[in-house]
Every structure is written in structure tokens, then in C-alpha cells.
């Protein structure tokens, strides 16, 4: 059975059955004033050393060399992800600047990827086709690039490979035959991308479309993932959307905004709402309309989701094994699979396969389920309550949890049917159910930011980008490096 992504899922939260949700638990707002700057260490115990180098290596080693495709699971299914395809692109620059391949190996895949793109066939055929008006189907078969079976040609995940795209263009920055043609491709698979067709109900933007029914039935709407997709379509200078797109995206910011868990903020359940974007952009320091009258600014807004994400596992509503300040993270991953058991104390549990986990104002969704992408992607908003949660974790799970590619994408403690059939994975005695798969999607983050926190070297490349660039001015922000300021460090 597929394995949706945590795109699609997020989308489908207000769907789930009530049961699965939450009311949110609030206490007293702490409010507190706004500054652009988190002190941050910019330091690392030995570990995350490795855990970064052997999250490279799972892109690096996984990725198809003869197409650049990246894989949704693995092991698993013989499908790419193009969003993985994203994070790969902007892994391998990071691996340059941190030795682990030469700059004309990471040119020479960078180079390969674009081309396949660039070449793959576009069209409105069911099958046999890799992508249409510049977009590409959300998962492609590994061998062949093209689409695979009943699935979406994806605006947020085609954004998330141009985010990758972008990075390159940026980074490969020399006068070499190579690194010319890198910066061409990239140019050009941007440029072909046809933002405005994917207005179907304008000014909003679909969330994708299928040769057989058309455009999806929901846009993309704010708070989520997809402030990247606006950014990239508004900075467009061939098929841009106009600044009403911006507009309409926060209008139903009001919706997602309120106390939690005593912080003022925008809340989007799942982690990853967040980091995907913020992955690739540098947020500190500049705001929109919204975050102007806030007075915060997004990164601020990520770090106090972090926090509260952090105080909910404390609070431990659910009474999930494990849970508190040395154990929490919730966001899109796998699970054991959707199986209801009664556990050693009477308690009858209810678990899910892949689903959007998450706690925020307006959902929750938790079966105890931890992926630790969740926390270390949020490393560069709130290291100091990351770092000691990961040390943590791995001196009491990472036997079972951390291999030669880092960590795998779930474990949950509080799982023990032995003689249930999981989706993935194993459950070990006296541990719980651990996974055995790891996702290009929330690999991803762990690398980005884990680079974004030592150094600010991914948003440091993105911040010369003028696309991006013009996308954010045409967004309304400003402020910090956007108006020539020395960005925060």
C-alpha cells in the first residue's frame, strides 16, 4: 500500500476522524518582545558531527547516479520523492564544504539531476510522462523518471525540488563549463514552471492536478508548509502570481494564531510546517504584514512552536511512555500501522501507519509515535532545548534507532504488540516498535538544518538568490538582510 508523503497528509489533518483529535492545552500566555537575534553556540558535541556526515551519505549513496533521483522510503519501494530530489540537490553542496566529496563530484550530480529534468518528458498523458507546465509528478519511478501510478502532479512538492534547483544555481557560482551549464538548467527548469496555471480558484494556488480529474479540490491555504511555494511563485520572471497571492495565502493566518502552552504564536500541528520552508530561507530578521504586527518574525514564531512542542511532551496529555523534556518531536512520519491494542496497563491504544502527527492549536494528532527529524530540524530555532534532547535520545535509544545512515524515521516506546503485522520496522522487547525505513522528507531537515545552525551555510547561499529574493519583496517583507542589513549570525 502507498505510503502518502507528509504533504498530502498534513493537507488531510482536518480530516481525520475525531478520535484521533485533540482539543489543544493552553496555559497563561508568556509574551515576549521582539528580537531578531538567537544566541546560538554555533558549536556541537562530536556526535552531531557523525549524525550530519551520515545523513549526507544516506542522499549521497541512495540517490539513483544515473538520474539524481532520490528516494521517498528506504529501503523500501521503488519510487523517488521530487521533493527528497530538493534536499538532495542543496546535500551535496553541503558535503563540499565539509569535505566529504569534491566540488566536481557534487557538480557532476547537481549537473546530471538538472538534466534529467530538463529532458524528461512533459505532457498530460496518464502514464508515461514525468511532469506538465513545468511541474512534476510527486513521486516518480526510481529507474525510469517517469510518473508513478495515480499520483498528483505536486505544486508544493515541485516547489521543494526548485528550492533544490535554486540552492545549485546559487552555489555553483564559477566560470567553469560545468558549473555554466548547472546555472543555465537551473535557470531554465525555473523559469518553465507555470505558477498561474495552478490557480484554479485564484488567487490561491492548487494543491495539484491529475490527468484524469484536474486540479485537486483544496489550495493551498497559511499556515503550512507552502510558504516556499508562494515565495517561488511570486518570484517568478515568467508565470509569477501577483502579490494578492500573499494576501489571500495569511488571511486564514487568524485561524492558526493563539496561545499555547504559554506562547503566543502561529501554529501549525506537525514540525515540519515550518522547517521545510525554513529549511532553505533565512527568516530572521525580515517579516511580512502579518509577523510586522506581531511583532516577531518567523524563525521567532518556529522556535516557540519548538518550544511548546517540547512542553506538551512534559505535560504528556496522552500518557505516552517516555515522553518529556528528553523525549519529544512530533511531525510526519511512519508508524506501526494502523492497529488498535490493549496495552499491559488496560488501556486500549490506537496507533496509525504514516500520518501527520503533530500538537497545535487547532489539532492534535498522537499515538506516541517520535520522529526525530522533528526535533533536529528544529536545531537552528531552539538549540538549547534540541541538543540535550538528542543526546538523550541517542544514549537511550540509539542502539536500536541510529545506523550507517543516521536515524531511522519513527520509534514509538509505547508500542509492544508483539504479534501485530507493522507496516515497517520490528518491535523490539522492552523497547517498542522501531522503524526500519528512512524518508528523504525528514532526512532532509535534519542535514539542512543541522548545517543551517553551525554555520548558516544553506540560508547564507539562498540569501544571494534573486529569485527568492524577489519573491520575498513581492510577499511584502522586509527589514533585516532583505534591506542590506548584515544578516543575524
Avoid at 549521497?60 to 534536499?87: C, E, K, M, Q, R
Avoid at 515540519?272 to 517579516?287: A, L, V
Amino acid at each position: 500500500m502507498l505510503k502518502r508523503s507528509a504533504i498530502l497528509c498534513a493537507a488531510l489533518l482536518a480530516t481525520l476522524p475525531g478520535a484521533l483529535l485533540a482539543a489543544p492545552i493552553t496555559t497563561a500566555p508568556q509574551r515576549a518582545p521582539f528580537v531578531s537575534t538567537l544566541p546560538v553556540e554555533h558549536t556541537l558535541p562530536p556526535f552531531f558531527d557523525q549524525l550530519e556526515k551520515r545523513t549526507f551519505e544516506f542522499f549521497w549513496d541512495t540517490t539513483n547516479p544515473a538520474n539524481g533521483l532520490a528516494p521517498d522510503h528506504y529501503p523500501g519501494p521503488s519510487f523517488s520523492s521530487i521533493a527528497a530530489v530538493g534536499f538532495a540537490l542543496t546535500a551535496y553542496p553541503i558535503g563540499v564544504e565539509r569535505g566529504w566529496v569534491t566540488r566536481q563530484q557534487a557538480a557532476q550530480r547537481v549537473l546530471t539531476t538538472l538534466k534529467f529534468f530538463d529532458d524528461a518528458p512533459q505532457g498530460k498523458a496518464a502514464a508515461g510522462d514525468t511532469g506538465y507546465k513545468g511541474f512534476y509528478y510527486h513521486f516518480l519511478d526510481m529507474r525510469t523518471g517517469r510518473r508513478w501510478p495515480h499520483i498528483e502532479l505536486s505544486s508544493i512538492d515541485t516547489a521543494l525540488l526548485m528550492a533544490g534547483v535554486l540552492f545549485d544555481q546559487s552555489y555553483f557560482d564559477r566560470g567553469t563549463p560545468i558549473e555554466k551549464q548547472i546555472r543555465s538548467l537551473a535557470n531554465q527548469l525555473y523559469r518553465r514552471v507555470d505558477w498561474t496555471w495552478m490557480q484554479a480558484d485564484p488567487p490561491l494556488i492548487s494543491m495539484g492536478w491529475t490527468p484524469q480529474s484536474g486540479f485537486l479540490k483544496y489550495n493551498y491555504e497559511g499556515y503550512d508548509e507552502a510558504m516556499i511555494l508562494y515565495i517561488e511563485a511570486l518570484g517568478s520572471p515568467t508565470h509569477a502570481v501577483q502579490p494578492d497571492a500573499w494576501n489571500a495565502w495569511t488571511a486564514t493566518y487568524p485561524k492558526f494564531w493563539g496561545d499555547y502552552y504559554g506562547r503566543e504564536q502561529l501554529s501549525f500541528a506537525p514540525l515540519f510546517g515550518s522547517q521545510y520552508s525554513e529549511s532553505w530561507i533565512d527568516f530572521r530578521g525580515i517579516q511580512d504584514a502579518f509577523m510586522r504586527g506581531k511583532g516577531i518574525d518567523y524563525f521567532i514564531n518556529s522556535r516557540r512552536e519548538a518550544e511548546s512542542q517540547r512542553d506538551y511532551a512534559i505535560a504528556n496529555p496522552g500518557h505516552w511512555t517516555g515522553y518529556g523534556k528528553d523525549l519529544w518531536g512530533l511531525t510526519a512520519c511512519d508508524g506501526p500501522g494502523n492497529i488498535t491494542y490493549t496495552d499491559a496497563q488496560g488501556v486500549t491504544r490506537t496507533f496509525a501507519g504514516y500520518a501527520a502527527r503533530g500538537a497545535g492549536i487547532k489539532h492534535t494528532f498522537d499515538d506516541g509515535t517520535i520522529a526525530p527529524t522533528a526535533a533536529l530540524g528544529s536545531i537552528a530555532f531552539a538549540p538549547r532545548i534540541v541538543i540535550p534532547m538528542v543526546e538523550a535520545m541517542q544514549a537511550k535509544y540509539g542502539k536500536y534507532i541510529y545506523g550507517r545512515y543516521g536515524y531511522v524515521d519513527a520509534f514509538n516506546p509505547s508500542f509492544h504488540d508483539s504479534n501485530a503485522v507493522v507496516n515497517s520496522g520490528t518491535v523490539v522487547p522492552g523497547v517498542g516498535w522501531v522503524d526500519s525505513e528512512r524518508l528523504g522528507i525528514d532526512q532532509g531537515p535534519i542535514l539542512l538544518m543541522l548545517e543551517n545552525y553551525r554555520s548558516g551555510f544553506v540560508w547564507r547561499v539562498m540569501r544571494k538568490n534573486p529569485y527568492i529574493r524577489r519573491g520575498l519583496q513581492r510577499a511584502g517583507f522586509s527589514g533585516g538582510w532583505l534591506d542590506g542589513k548584515p544578516a543575524t549570525e
